[in-house]
């Protein structure tokens, strides 16, 4: 009888790709199969990024990157770059960047002689948000406790939506990916001579993984009214506060949206990825096969592969919102905000932090 695995390929991402993490889940296939993971973004105004590893075993965590692969991306101009290993399994080119309106192929050819190819991608015009902004209000979320049984919690805080909307005759698809800095803070030494503030940010992803929308025909533009970027939790537990500290207090939050303008086919790609890992809650979950590639191999039809090319411009906005009620809250316009991470800081807060006057 024959012995069978399942396969994971885990997908590592560097900044210039997609700040998350995937997973993937293809169909049960024989254990001495060996499919190439293929991903490559081209983004307008950037240098393109290639990485090529292999999907590895279930039980299994080291990533095999491929070596010595002879990789390409060439536009309907008829130029073709060559790209060089950077690091193992990392390709880059720097004869060619990404220009919206024009259309883009990667090819990759491994040296054991496979042949692999995306579809043609039509790099997309930026995307142009109308608003980021917050709607005051309750939200319900609930755990399982120890006994098995959901306990739930009310909320208060804000829901982040965001709106598109262009003169475009076709369907537009996006890809997001959001963080969000919490800023607070708190006293110490209270009643002392050496009292002073400690200033805390944490730097979160708001938005789920493989977060894709697409807009609709309203009076003869595309829009997307309301998509959502998720919730902001205002929680002051003043039980914290004690004789010698004050409890922590959410001042502001930061968020900034990245908006990436992407083909049909990409979508689906990641639509696809969303829903295999989601399950929402169904009893059985998705089948792997869901999961949709814009890549294949031409020297074999019959080879499997994993991946996904993506030709896309990027609008990146920032804007702070900070909580008052439940009728009101505060925001503003940033035209920009640093990667600050995680971290704190006495007596002083620090240069990035943000204020509503």
Known sequence: MRKFYLYIAVFFLSATLWSCRELYYPDDIESNEKIPVIQG????????????????QYENSETQYISDAEVTISNNWGHVARFFES?????????????????????VVLDDGREYTSTPQLLQMAPQIDSLYAIPGRHTAYQYGASGKPIYTQMEGLFINSDFSTNYPNTLYYRFNTDVVKLSSYTVGLGTPSSHSI????TTTMEKPYTVDFSVTMDNTQALYRHPVGYLRYYYDATLQTTSQTAPFTEAWIVKQSIYSISADVYQYYNSVGRQLSGNDQIFAPVASQVKSNIQCISDPRERVVGIFEASSLTTVYKAFGWKDLVNHRQKDLPYYPDVGTGSQENFPPDFWVYFY
Do not use: H, K, M, Q
């Open 41 to 56: 973004t081209i983004i307008d105004g950037e240098f393109p990024v290639v990485t090529i590893y292999w999907a590895i």
């Open 87 to 107: 690091s193992p399994g990392i390709y880059r080119s720097y004869e060619i960047y990404g220009i919206a309106g024009n259309i883009y192929t990667l090819r």
């Open 199 to 202: 200033f805390l940010w944490e």
